[in-house]
């Protein structure tokens, strides 16, 4: 089938609306829908797309190369199929597709509400000191009384506690 507007190329976008209780088809090549999307876009005339416009971007067939993770090699598509990034440079390359796909879900694409605050990595310093001496000294207790397992979970909080510096 023929593009309705340029009657040239093979129409591969088609579109049905109904709109007061008036069905309207369109059949329309790649380069003919992306024009009536950029012109008119969200306006309800009839020679427009309507509030169809912003969808045709998605529906269009991808022209150029898909994007991929420079790094693990992941491509958006992919990611879209199973919700999984492969590496966190995934963050990096796929950055503008993630905000947009969080605002659609989220309504934002930052971050309002609570943070988690990790109380062993971002204690101030004199607070840490403080915090690791306890530890330590619950740890000499943990082992006097031969109580291992708290001893065990004292020696990884402390080393966590360590290791946050």
């Known amino acids: ?18 709109i007061n209780n008036k069905v309207t088809e369109m059949h329309l ?8 999307s950029e012109r008119n876009a969200g306006e ?20 150029r190369r898909p ?3 420079g790094e693990c090699g992941l491509k958006y598509a992919e990611f ?4 999984r990034l492969g590496c966190p440079s995934c963050y990096g390359y ?6 947009e796909l969080l605002s659609r879900i989220h309504g ?14 971002e204690l101030p310093e004199r607070e840490r000191g403080e915090k690791l001496e306890a530890l330590r000294a619950a740890l000499k207790a943990a082992v006097a009384r031969e109580d291992f397992e708290a001893a ?3 020696r990884d909080a402390i080393k966590g506690l360590d290791d946050g510096r």
């Open 108 to 121: 934002s694409s930052s971050h309002a509400g609570r943070r988690y605050r990790d109380s062993l990595s």
């Open 29 to 36: 090549c790649a380069a003919c829908a992306l024009k009536r």
């Open 67 to 69: 994007l991929a993770c």
């Open 80 to 83: 879209r199929e199973s919700g």
């Open 44 to 63: 309800h005339e009839p020679h427009g797309l309507g509030p169809m416009g912003g969808f045709v971007k998605e529906l269009l067939p991808s022209e």
């Open 1 to 18: 089938m023929l593009c309705q507007d340029c009657r040239k190329a093979q129409a591969t976008v088609f579109l049905k609306a109904a």
């Open 94 to 99: 796929f950055g503008a597709q993630l905000r």
């Open 152 to 154: 065990a979970r004292l």
